[in-house]
């Protein structure tokens, strides 16, 4: 294990006792390759009017090449009410140091109740534990770390340089264009340390272990103040782990702590940084350090763990994996994705049943596959998982409309019964008595489902009891820690489910029974789980506005009429729209997951899935879903098998399409090419995303030579077939 602090020697343990509660940092330092000229540079003195805005610099006017290399400078567009001021930073290869540290201004009040609450005023705002959003002090989300700065009172914006952190900083949307990437990374530990300030300094009667938890997971997940050492000759001798210095804030025994709280807080910052920032930033912070000492190496880094940031395109796995990947091991292949989802055995969880109630359905205690309660497996999994990929989301499914039914259960073993009772008031049943198929697959591949094909019998989500075993599974889930939500299928708010696999004649319940029910079980959910766990709903190509106040995310799971051939415009056109709509209402965080379905030649042939998935036409298929996706959201794409095929549904190949890194969104979503109408392009920090459905090939041109990722040509001109897409790299 990392030691995150070793003992600073008398001179420097008595300078931490009056030192400002010090977030951080240095100067400002680009990477030398970035140095901006100095004529580029903003003087100290340089405000920005209130009045001046910078145009999107995804808007393309059609007699302008899109030029990749501009940038719109990070302080050029604010706010009309806030004036910036960005203050030229030393050079990186003369660093300064500071002769004087600010005065400890900071004291705490021992209050009624015995803690130690600070003078001084909370930060507004603050980055979102496990989020990319910056937050209020009710919590109310304003707007994406990606595009904030830390400001001061003032409203300049704070340069990286090792000054402490005031009363009145607080994070402003602005653009960070044209920074490196040592200056986002310290406002993003800005905005980082603003929330455990907030916490530890303001909030700290209120605040329990889990809520601090996930304030400080950033330091968790890199070993930063894992250790407490209370045995120093003098109270300035000691230092606090993270849970430490919890258990101390919460108990300070009618003690003034703030010189405890002001050195956790300060070295906290200065590890962090640490990590996420250059080695070249890490010299600076030695060579600027006004006691000379590098903080750094006092943390004890042996490897440095930045910031992870979620770059596009971001795949998702609904249910079954990458089949083209066989030197991968089944759980690499799932860490590919940043969106997963299957049933409880997706992430080794069973719900639990016993002899005397032998049925999963009416379960909400979970097991692991070990029928282990303490659930081991399901937790060394999602280690792995997180250790692969730490921005992964894994989800449940959580049955509602149909599941698997037993109607004999004299030769099964118990585990081995349907999800309900046989004579369960769960099941909805035909009028001669019968259970009606809910769902079912052609497994003699005669192009025809045949009622003992039927996997499924219809549920009757309208009943009350069933409505809230549904959202005791989903709590159930949530305090799990496993996973990050739950997936709902089947959901529609614009016709009908409950009717027969096979013919679709007859429906069993109104519409109106069934959307009722379907914001019910949402509303239930929600109010169990709060707003932090995540919602998932199948919706196809269809909006859901009714629901949008409770959901996260749309699995768009298209549709199409011939398993041999692909989509129509018209078809397109409206799942553009559903998912830029998907994009702007559900709620925060969004988990859209757009899915095409691949062109069969043979149909249910195993044997040669992945050599079609591979085809020339299915490849093009993929781009064309995949810059779909870039360019109208941000959210996750896959290309797999059509449902229509006799064989699990889901299965795909990993495509080196999908491995290109092109960063994150810079421009708006769906912006015309030159006006072009059906030729859409989105600006990323890496390059551009486009698609074409305009009816004929299209030439894009760019200011300089870009990559093509799908046939790796360099030209600053590239060639676009009519329903296709490309994704550009600089």
């Not at 109270?235 to 009618?254: H, M, Q, T, V």
Request: proline fraction near 6%.
């Amino acid at each position: 294990m990392r030691r995150s602090f070793l003992n600073f020697d008398n001179v420097l343990v008595q300078r931490l006792s009056i030192i400002v509660c010090l977030l951080l940092l240095l100067p400002s330092c680009s990477e030398t390759s970035k140095t901006v000229a100095p004529s580029t540079t903003v003087a100290p003195s340089t405000t920005v009017a209130p009045s001046t805005t910078v145009a999107p610099s995804t808007t393309v006017a059609p007699s302008t090449t899109v030029a990749p290399s501009t940038t719109v400078a990070p302080s050029t567009t604010v706010a009309p009410s806030t004036t910036v001021t960005t203050v030229a930073s030393s050079s990186p290869s003369k660093p300064t140091k500071p002769s004087t540290r600010p005065p400890d201004r900071y004291s705490c009040i021992i209050n009624e109740t015995g803690f130690c609450v600070f003078t001084g005023e909370p930060h507004k705002n603050f980055l979102k534990p496990d989020s990319d959003l910056i937050v209020d002090l009710n919590g109310e989300e304003l707007f994406s770390v990606d595009n904030a700065v830390a400001i001061n009172s003032a409203g300049q914006t704070l340069t990286a340089r090792g000054t402490p952190a005031f009363d009145g900083d607080e994070m402003f949307e602005n653009s960070t264009t044209g920074m490196s990437g040592d200056e986002k990374a310290f406002h993003r530990v800005m905005a980082t340390m603003f929330g455990i300030r907030n916490q530890l300094m303001y909030n700290i009667e209120d605040l329990d272990e889990m809520t601090w938890n996930s304030f400080v997971t950033p330091l968790a997940e890199r070993g930063i103040k894992e250790t407490t050492f209370t045995g120093g000759p003098t109270p300035k001798d000691n230092y606090y782990s993270r849970d430490g210095i919890f258990e101390l804030a919460k108990n300070p025994n009618g003690r003034d702590i703030h010189h405890d709280v002001m050195k956790f807080l300060e070295e906290s910052g200065l590890y962090l940084l640490c990590h996420v920032t250059s080695i070249e930033f890490s010299q600076m912070l030695a060579d600027t350090h006004p006691q000379g000492h590098d903080p750094c190496e006092d943390a004890g880094i042996e490897n440095k763990i930045p910031w992870l940031v979620s770059g596009f395109p971001k795949i998702c796995q609904p249910w079954m994996g990458v089949q083209n990947r066989p030197d991968s091991t089944t759980v690499e292949n799932i860490a590919r994705h940043d969106l997963y989802w299957g049933g409880p055995w997706a992430s080794k969880l069973l719900w639990e049943t016993t002899q005397d109630q032998p049925y999963q359905g009416l379960s909400t205690t979970l097991v692991d596959t070990n029928s282990d309660p303490a659930l081991t497996q399901a937790r060394q999994l999602k280690e792995e998982l997180l250790n692969l990929n730490p921005k992964i989301k894994t989800l449940i499914s959580v049955e509602y409309r149909d599941a698997t039914i037993e109607l004999d259960e004299d030769d099964l073993e118990f585990w081995e019964y349907g999800h309900y009772p046989p004579d369960s008031p769960f099941w909805l049943w035909d009028a001669n008595g019968d259970p009606i198929p809910g769902w079912g697959e052609d497994s003699d591949k005669d192009g025809v489902i045949e009622p003992e094909e039927a996997l499924a019998g219809l549920v009757d989500f309208t009943k009350p009891d069933l409505i809230e075993l549904i959202a005791q599974k989903a709590l159930s889930l949530k305090e799990s820690g496993i996973v990050d939500g739950i997936f709902l299928d089947w959901w529609n708010e614009h016709s009908r489910t409950a009717a027969s696999f096979m013919d679709w004649s007859t429906f069993y319940l109104t519409q109106e029974e069934e959307l009722e029910s379907r914001l019910a079980i949402l509303r239930r959910i929600r109010e169990l789980v709060g707003d932090e766990f995540l919602i998932l709903v199948n919706t196809n190509e269809w909006k859901v506005p009714l629901s949008a106040p409770y959901v996260n995310g749309t699995f768009m799971e298209l549709y199409k009429p011939d398993y041999s051939e692909g989509y129509t415009v018209e078809h397109l056109i409206e799942v553009e729209n559903t998912l830029h709509w998907a994009s702007e209402n559900l709620q925060k965080p969004r988990i859209n997951c757009l899915e095409g379905w691949r062109v069969v030649y043979d149909y249910g042939n195993e044997g040669v899935q992945v050599s079609e998935r591979d085809s020339a036409e299915n490849r093009q298929w993929m781009r064309v879903f995949t810059t779909i996706a870039l360019t109208h959201s941000e959210g996750h794409i896959v290309f797999s098998d059509d449902n229509a095929e006799p064989t699990s549904d889901h299965y795909h190949n990993w495509y080196d399409f999908w491995d290109a890194d092109l960063g994150l969104p810079v421009g708006e979503k769906r912006q015309l090419f030159n006006s072009i109408e059906g030729l859409f392009i989105r600006e990323f920090t890496n390059g551009y995303a486009v698609y074409n459905r305009s009816g004929s090939a299209q030439v894009v041109s760019f200011e300089n030579e870009l990559m093509a990722v799908s046939t790796k040509n360099f030209a600053s001109s590239h060639e676009i077939q009519n329903l296709d897409g490309e994704i550009f790299i600089n």
